[in-house]
Antibody
Framework: QVQLQESGPGLVKSSETLSLTCTVSGGSITHSYWSWIRQPSGKGLEWIGYIHFSGNSNFNPSLRSRVTMSVDTSKNQFSLRLTSVTAADTAMYYC??????????WGQGTLVTASS | SYVLTQPPSMSVAPGQTAKITCEGNNLGTKSVHWYQQKPGQAPVLVVYDDTDRPSGIPERFSGSNSGNTATLTITRVEAGDEAGYYCQTWDGTGDHPVFGGGTKLTVL
């Protein structure tokens, strides 16, 4: 069974770049699409984007100008970069596998605080 | 953009049935998925493709979708079902997944 684990800094300075990595275990990263989803404290879920190892990707239009995603097949990892962060980017960030049209496996999440 | 609307909260007594709704324009023509999120935990898929349950999800959880409304039904509600519930589908172009705002279910 596939398991996901997010990693990265818990604190990012405003105007700098947020970088997170998700490590996939129990399966190959080439066998699915992979996604990032975030959730500000006490609020709902916001899809950030998805990526396939082939390079096919798509991003939330509201974040597209600031988001980059990549896949490292040698490490079975995929990554998120979000530039020019502000306090509004403070949230729990989840990585998830995208199976057809639903998110069937989620990581435990990592809290990122954007602070000046 | 496509909008999914859920009631922010609802409450139900143990042993009763909870029906959580999710509304969207012609939602019945789309596939709807439901996630349960307990406090401090990641979301878990409980219903996919309107009516199917992943392995390990109790039969007490079921889904339906028709017209403009999808519904997650939880029968014989237990204290452990207290959680946030989110519906999800894809927008009109089929390129972007969309989540409802979530419903906090309180078990009295």
């Amino acid at each position: 069974q596939v398991q996901l684990q997010e990693s990265g800094p818990g604190l990012v300075k405003s105007s700098e770049t947020l970088s997170l990595t998700c490590t996939v275990s129990g399966g190959s990263i080439t066998h699915s699409y992979w996604s990032w989803i975030r959730q500000p404290s006490g609020k709902g879920l916001e899809w950030i984007g998805y990526i396939h190892f082939s390079g096919n990707s798509n991003f939330n239009p509201s974040l597209r100008s600031r988001v980059t995603m990549s896949v490292d097949t040698s490490k079975n990892q995929f990554s998120l970069r979000l530039t020019s962060v502000t306090a509004a980017d403070t949230a729990m960030y989840y990585c998830a596998s995208l199976s057809l049209s639903y998110f069937d496996t989620w990581g435990q999440g990592t809290l990122v605080t954007a602070s000046s | 953009s496509y909008v999914l609307t859920q009631p922010p909260s609802m409450s139900v007594a143990p042993g009763q049935t909870a029906k959580i709704t999710c509304e969207g324009n012609n939602l019945g023509t789309k596939s709807v998925h439901w996630y349960q999120q307990k406090p401090g935990q990641a979301p878990v898929l409980v219903v996919y493709d309107d009516t199917d349950r992943p392995s390990g999800i109790p039969e007490r959880f079921s889904g339906s979708n028709s017209g403009n409304t999808a519904t997650l039904t939880i029968t014989r509600v237990e204290a452990g079902d207290e959680a946030g519930y989110y519906c999800q589908t894809w927008d009109g172009t089929g390129d972007h997944p969309v989540f409802g705002g979530g419903t906090k279910l309180t078990v009295l």
